[in-house]
């Protein structure tokens, strides 16, 4: 009987990006505004600093990402073309080094040639990609895929700080938005480990930890330079 395994490798590319973005998203907006309602700031210019952080936030992040990923695309497409050269140039010595990688790996030495020998006959630069430089389609960079996963995320992560602001009475805001950022954290770091099928307590506490700590941080810095009288 046929055995199906279910991996989660393959949603690395996005999700990470998505997790940060989501991440940074409710973190950011819910520091920059606690940091402005600690100052003695008026609901008005609380919502207008964090529509301004969301917009700001998501094109940053997209850039960032897009940026970031480019570089390593552009690094692989160069290696992979180095790679090529080589394998043009050398196809016996490319052979023996894709063997003892897998004669370091565990195989036998006659059948580490064989294998070796038989993937360079049907995609020999794919092999080479995988097996020598750890470059597969599965986790290859994509830059746009990243960029719109991040930027997509941040500004719905952004926007839940943003909703607490428009509930909550301005006596309220500190706590009331201190509490619920917290928890949407909490979803967040359960929502990330389900889809990485990572564990998730380790996830949750990873996520609301970091965050109480720089919202406590940003709330301070307000407090301390506020203009409130």
Do not use: C
Not at 125 to 152: C, F, M, N, W, Y
Not at 194 to 208: D, E, K, L, Q, W
Request: hydrophobic letters at 55%.
């Amino acid at each position: 009987m046929r055995h199906n395994e279910i991996h989660k490798t393959y949603r690395t590319g996005w999700l990470r990006a998505a997790v940060l973005g989501a991440n940074d998203g409710i973190l950011s907006t819910a520091s920059l505004v606690l940091g402005v309602a600690a100052s003695g700031a008026e609901t008005k210019i609380i919502m207008v600093t964090g529509v301004a952080g969301l917009v700001a936030g998501a094109m940053s992040m997209a850039a960032g990402e897009y940026v970031s990923v480019s570089s390593q695309a552009d690094t692989e497409r160069a290696d992979l073309a180095r790679e090529s050269i080589e394998l043009a140039a050398n196809p016996e010595q490319e052979q023996a080094e894709l063997r003892d990688i897998y004669v370091k790996r565990g195989l036998e030495e006659t059948l580490a040639s064989k294998v070796s020998t038989q993937l360079m006959q049907h995609g020999a630069l794919a092999a080479h990609g995988r097996d020598e430089l750890g470059i597969s389609d599965t986790l290859t960079a994509k830059p746009v895929q990243a960029a719109l996963a991040s930027a997509g995320t941040f500004a719905v992560g952004a926007a839940l700080p943003l909703l607490m602001v428009l509930l909550l009475p301005i006596s309220a805001l500190m706590w009331g938005l201190a509490g619920s950022s917290l928890l949407f954290l909490a979803l967040l770091g359960f929502l990330a480990a389900r889809a990485g099928g990572a564990p998730v307590i380790a996830s949750v506490t990873r996520v609301t930890f970091w965050g109480a700590l720089a919202m406590a941080l940003t709330a301070g810095v307000g407090a301390l330079f506020g203009v409130a009288v």
